[in-house]
């Protein structure tokens, strides 16, 4: 457990094409602001003091039936651990199993653009801006995993095919995590790889890191199904 | 993808043929070229699969990569299994059964607490029929290399309005998918052991693994 410390509400921006590592402590919460709308923001999530513990689309998708993410879904680990819940969002729907630019992709899509170009507006995919923050806490390629997409959808129809949302995330649209366990959160804001827009728009996107408080006994995303209450008592139990 | 086609390879003529009983697993590497059949020899069997690039086991099969660059969550004859540099490390040349999931994941003991309650923590799970396999195998595999894998014969429909179910397979006894190697792919396998969920029809059976080389 960690003592109550008055810390001030932090409020950051993230630019379009940015990134950022950073460890959200347990009884925390982060909400992410589409400022202008139309951003995607790339994430994974790695338990703070074992990363080898990590964010599973899988396991988080079958244990609630679900296939996007959206209020009232919890994100597991591959230990059967809750490390965040999605407690707020305004979007419906968020992206988790169709992954995130890379180098190849962004050239061939979008063309790509230099430093040496273009200065600090040049192109980087989440790829690599995803292995940079990854390797600055020791991590590599081998830690990729499925990402969430903050603020996509990509619509699935009867037969399983895939069509992107266009116009899915207003400005001003928001999510809210509160985490369950301290947790390592990596973001990087790039367009999702399937937007069809012709240019390279990369959207800012704000972030607010509070306090929260812990999830009570009524937790609606605990209460979700005896899947999740079972996740929430393995979190809690790491805590004895 | 449904699409079902039959594959003209003779039995006869595969280099390599082992039958893998359920809770069972089998690593192997497949050169460029090479065809592996995966056959459902009782029904309804999930056979949990992994495929790394064999000179580079960082660079591994993608689910999402794959299913986006497909535009469809199934996996059927045509699909092209990318590894995380975008290139296809096997693709699926010949499939009786008409859609295999790769969004279902591995079991593992703790997936299984979470879904099914604390009495299953001890049933065997593919997650651990992996870690053994890697361990055995060596060359430095290990947890980190459990991502995303394949479900062949395995049922795992999403809906339109964001849910998903494990429901009833629709592979029958006999019923077998192919993969041609693009390069040279090591492929680890875990028969499933699950007997909590309708992926094995509550009774994990065996599977035959047939390879024939390239040439």
């Known amino acids: 457990m960690h003592a109550a410390v008055d810390v001030p509400k932090l409020d950051l921006t993230l630019p379009g094409g940015g990134s950022l590592a950073r460890v959200c402590r347990r009884a925390s919460a982060l909400t992410l602001v589409d400022l202008e709308g139309g951003a995607n923001v790339a994430a994974l999530l790695y338990l703070a003091k074992n990363p080898l513990e990590r964010y599973c689309m899988p396991d988080t998708l079958k244990a609630q039936h679900v296939s996007r993410l959206t209020s009232g879904v919890a994100l597991y680990s591959d230990m059967g651990r809750v490390l965040a819940s999605i407690v707020h969002d305004s979007c419906g729907w968020h992206d988790t199993i169709t992954g995130h630019t890379t180098p190849a992709l962004l050239a061939a899509r979008w063309g790509p653009r230099s430093y040496q170009q273009a200065r600090n507006e040049c192109r980087r995919s989440a790829r690599e801006l995803l292995l940079i923050e990854l390797a600055k806490h020791g991590l590599g390629p081998r830690d990729l995993i499925a990402n969430i997409n903050f603020f996509t959808k990509v619509a699935i129809g009867a037969d399983g095919e895939l069509s992107y949302v266009r116009e899915h995330s207003p400005p001003a649209a928001s999510v809210t995590l509160r985490f369950e366990l301290d947790t390592l959160v990596v973001l990087a804001s790039t367009p999702h790889p399937l937007d069809p827009d012709e240019q390279w728009r990369p959207r800012p996107v704000g972030l607010v890191i509070e306090h929260a408080a812990q999830a009570a006994e009524d937790d609606p995303v605990r209460r979700a199904c005896p899947e999740n209450e079972r996740g929430f008592a393995a979190s809690e139990a790491t805590l004895l | ?215």
């Open chain 2, 1 to 215: 993808m449904s699409t079902l086609a039959e594959s003209g390879r003779d039995p006869a003529l595969a280099w390599l043929e082992c039958e893998l009983p359920a809770g069972e697993g089998w690593t192997h590497e497949l050169a460029a070229g090479s065809v592996l059949r995966i056959v459902d020899l009782h029904g309804n069997q999930a056979v949990d699969t992994l495929f790394f690039d064999a000179h580079n086991y960082a660079n591994r099969y993608s689910a999402v990569d794959t299913i986006r660059e497909q535009g469809s969550t199934y996996l059927g004859v045509g699909s092209r299994l990318l590894a995380l540099d975008g290139e296809p490390l096997v693709s699926i040349v010949a499939d009786t059964c008409g859609r295999h999931d790769t969004l279902g994941g591995a079991c593992s003991q703790e997936s299984n607490v979470v879904r099914y309650g604390e009495h299953t923590r001890h049933m065997h799970a593919c997650r651990n029929t992996f870690l053994a396999q890697a361990l055995r195998w060596g060359r430095g595999l290990d947890k980190r290399d459990l991502t995303a894998n394949i479900n062949f014969f395995m049922n795992v429909p999403l809906t339109p309005d964001g849910d998903l179910d494990f429901a009833d397979g629709i592979s029958a006894p006999g019923r077998y998918v192919e993969l041609a190697a693009d390069r040279d792919t090591l492929v680890l396998i875990s028969n499933c052991p699950q007997l909590n969920n309708p992926c094995n029809g509550y009774d994990p059976t065996p599977v035959r693994l047939l390879v024939w080389s390239g040439a």
